[in-house]
C-alpha cells in the first residue's frame, strides 16, 4: 500500500529532488505544473497522494483543456505532471502503473507554430537575458507572466490592472469579447491563476516604471500598454519570437 503523504509535502520533496539533479530552468518547468495540481487535488478534497488514480489525472486534464491555453502548454504540463507521478510511484506514494496510464495530448505541427507557441528554449534565453539587461520592461514582465502561467499571449494581453492582484497572488482571466478581448474558449475559461515571488516582483516594476497609464476606448485600464493603447497581439508575438 502507498504512504499517506499530503500532496502539497510530495510536491515539495519532488521539487527539491528536481533542483538537486537538474539545472534550475529546468527545474521551474515543474513548478506550476504541479502546483495547479496539488490545488486541484485540494479543491476536490483529496489530502493523500495515496488517493490519486487515472481517474483523477484524466479530470485534472479535462480541467486543464477547459482553460485558454496553447496547445504545447498543455502538452507539457501533461509530460511534467507524469513526471511528478512517476517520482511518487518511486516513493511509494502513489499505485504503481499510474504513471504509464497518463496520456499526453498530442501537438501537430500546425500548432507548434502557431502565432500563440513560444519555445521553452527561446523563452529561457530571454528571460536571462532580460533579467540581465532589460529588467522590467513590458516585455520583460510579459514573459515572465506567460512563462509562470502558461497562458496564452492573447490571455496575457486580455488582463487590465484590476485583474492583477499581487496583495492576493493571483491573476483574473476574463471573457471580455464586448469590450475587446475574448478568451479562446470563452466563459469556460475563465479562472483565477496563483502567482508566486518573482511573477509579482517584476510586474510590480514593470507597472511602476514602465507601463504606460491609459484607459481604452472601453473603458479599461490595460495591464500590458503601448504609448497609445492595449498592447495588440501581433505586436506581442513580434516582441517575443524577435
Known amino acids: ?4 503523504i499530503h500532496p502539497w509535502k510530495a510536491r515539495t520533496d519532488f521539487l527539491k529532488s528536481k533542483r538537486q ?15 495547479h495540481f496539488v490545488n486541484y487535488l485540494s479543491e476536490n478534497g483529496i489530502e493523500s497522494m495515496s488517493e490519486v488514480d487515472g481517474y483523477t489525472i484524466e479530470q ?7 482553460e485558454d491555453l496553447a496547445p504545447s502548454t498543455i502538452h507539457n504540463n501533461v509530460k511534467h505532471l507524469r513526471v511528478f507521478i512517476r517520482w511518487c510511484e518511486s ?5 504503481a502503473g499510474v504513471a504509464d496510464g497518463i496520456e499526453v495530448p498530442e501537438v501537430s505541427e500546425k500548432e507548434i507554430v502557431s502565432d500563440d507557441i513560444v519555445s521553452k528554449q527561446h523563452m529561457d534565453q530571454m528571460l536571462n537575458h532580460l533579467s540581465t539587461y532589460e529588467y522590467a520592461t513590458r516585455l520583460h514582465a510579459l514573459l515572465t507572466l ?15 490592472l484590476s485583474d492583477y492582484q499581487p496583495g492576493e ?36 516594476a514593470y507597472i511602476e516604471a514602465r ?13 500590458f500598454t503601448t504609448p497609445n493603447q492595449r498592447l495588440q497581439q501581433q505586436n506581442a508575438y513580434r516582441d517575443t519570437t524577435g
Not at 527545474?27 to 504541479?34: I, M, S
Not at 507601463?211 to 495591464?223: I, S
Request: proline share 3%; hydrophobic share 30%; with cysteine.
Open 1 to 4: 500500500m502507498p504512504r499517506t
Open 21 to 35: 539533479s537538474i539545472k534550475d530552468s529546468a527545474a521551474r518547468t515543474y513548478e506550476y505544473p504541479t502546483k
Open 60 to 66: 485534472w486534464k479535462f480541467a486543464r483543456m477547459d
Open 91 to 95: 516513493m511509494n506514494l502513489v499505485t
Open 146 to 160: 506567460m512563462w509562470h502561467t502558461g497562458c496564452r499571449i492573447s490571455g496575457a494581453i486580455s488582463l487590465d
Open 169 to 204: 497572488h493571483y491573476l483574473r482571466f476574463r471573457d471580455r469579447k464586448d469590450t475587446g478581448t475574448a478568451l479562446k474558449n470563452g466563459l469556460k475559461s475563465e479562472r483565477n491563476v496563483t502567482i508566486g515571488e518573482r511573477v509579482i516582483e517584476v510586474c510590480n
Open 211 to 223: 507601463r504606460v497609464g491609459l484607459t481604452d476606448e472601453h473603458g479599461r485600464e490595460p495591464l
